[in-house]
């Protein structure tokens, strides 16, 4: 499930800026929570779109520190704490591709296939 996660958010950034020419030199922290699987993938996906909207960071790699994407014992919520690597967007060194404002609230998936995971989030641009 990480890896779905990590790829979904990588898609993600790569519908805004042309990754190849983005560069790993500084990293953002991202925290998010839910109390079930779409709810933490639309709050994932918020965060990170925050990130690149608010602070202007073209990511390029993601690293999980904690992914709990089943429910605990005493019922907390899911959580994730990622470490997004790459760069400050330079809009004359980076090919921005796309003004995303949000992620949509319907349409959001997250389904196991026995040993992977498929994740799908629309955007609304």
């Given at each position: 499930?990480?890896?779905?996660?990590?790829?979904?958010?990588?898609?993600?950034?790569g519908?805004?800026?042309?990754?190849t020419?983005?560069?790993?030199?500084?990293?953002?922290?991202?925290?998010?929570?839910g109390g079930d699987l779409?709810?933490?993938l639309h709050?994932?996906?918020?965060?990170c779109?925050?990130v690149h909207?608010?602070?202007?960071?073209?990511?390029?790699?993601?690293?999980?520190?904690?992914?709990?994407?089943a429910?605990?014992?005493?019922?907390?919520?899911l959580?994730?704490?990622a470490?997004?690597?790459?760069?400050?967007?330079?809009?004359d060194?980076?090919?921005?591709?796309?003004t995303?404002?949000?992620?949509a609230?319907?349409?959001?998936?997250?389904?196991d296939?026995?040993g992977?995971f498929r994740?799908?989030?629309?955007l609304?641009?």
């Open positions: 499930m990480p890896e779905a996660f990590s790829g979904i958010a990588i898609a993600l950034f519908a805004m800026v042309d990754q020419s983005v560069v790993e030199s500084e990293v953002r922290e991202v925290r998010a929570h779409p709810t933490l709050r994932w996906l918020d965060e779109l925050y909207d608010v602070e202007g960071f073209a990511c390029r790699s993601i690293e999980f520190a904690v992914f709990e994407g429910p605990s014992a005493g019922g907390e919520t959580r994730l704490h470490f997004l690597r790459g760069e400050p967007l330079d809009r060194r980076h090919e921005v591709r796309a995303v404002r949000g992620i609230g319907t349409g959001l998936l997250v389904e296939l026995g992977a994740v799908r989030a629309g609304d641009l």
